[in-house]
């Protein structure tokens, strides 16, 4: 669990580093607890593993950060989630 210090108070970071293996190598990703269950739940609705799906993020990501990539990722699937049920 990490910590940072604002204003003399230590308070819990809401970003928390994780490991995911892309194409045979291990890497870090630093995401808040609500991307992280985004990323997963939108892997389990493809039905593909967390990792597959950090794979094709980072093929595709024109970032260069993996993490900003999967927030933009996760962002633009809920958007268009909204503009599809919007639509009907």
Request: charged fraction near 35%.
């Amino acid at each position: 669990m990490k910590f940072r210090r604002r204003e003399g108070l230590v308070t819990k970071s809401p970003i928390v580093k994780r490991s995911v293996k892309i194409d045979g190598r291990k890497t870090s990703v630093c995401l808040e607890d609500a991307f992280w269950t985004a990323l997963k739940e939108i892997a389990a609705h493809r039905n593909i593993s967390v990792e597959k799906l950090a794979f094709k993020v980072d093929r595709e990501r024109e970032h260069s950060n993996l993490s900003s990539a999967i927030r933009l990722f996760v962002l633009d699937h809920y958007c268009q989630q909204a503009a599809a049920r919007s639509a009907r």
